[in-house]
């Protein structure tokens, strides 16, 4: 059987998640992608790491199941490469910390509002700089039933 990922030099990074609505309960698996992050009502930002290499990387690798339970008011928000490494004019990059320290603000605003707020500062940050990837994210407020 040929190898379709090039012994490894060819890969994806992707985050695969099953929320049951009515509980809460999150299970989840992250393949070498940016950490989501889940920021609880109380302001507590908790990385979802929990899984495995990237796709491709390596034939029959194990992966690993994450699982917590989202409360009223947590939201979780998934990101690309492009959010965290998006450079500014001194080739400075906005950077995890950065998206961090915004997410823990805005502890009553909707995931509408959230969503804008990160897409407004990474815009900001990067000004007239060239971009070189693309800025994708979701975020998802949690209101139980």
Do not use: K, W
Not at 25 to 48: D, F, K, M, S, T
Not at 111 to 135: N, Y
């Amino acid at each position: 059987m040929r190898n379709s990922s090039l012994e490894g030099r060819r890969f994806t990074t992707a985050v695969i998640a099953e929320l049951d609505p009515a509980s809460g309960a999150l299970a989840y698996v992250n393949a070498g992608h940016n950490p989501p992050a889940l920021r609880r009502a109380n302001g507590r930002i908790e990385p979802l790491e929990t899984g495995g290499l990237p796709l491709g990387i390596q034939a029959g690798a194990d992966y690993e199941t994450g699982a917590l339970t989202l409360a009223r008011g947590d939201r979780l928000v998934v990101y690309t490469d492009g959010v965290v490494e998006a450079q500014n004019a001194r080739q400075e990059e906005y950077g995890e910390a950065r998206l961090i320290e915004l997410l823990r603000g805005g502890a009553e605003e909707s995931a509408a509002e959230t969503l804008r707020r990160v897409l407004s500062a990474v815009d900001a940050f990067v000004g007239d700089a060239a971009r070189f990837d693309d800025v994708t994210c979701l975020v998802l407020r949690y209101a139980s039933t």
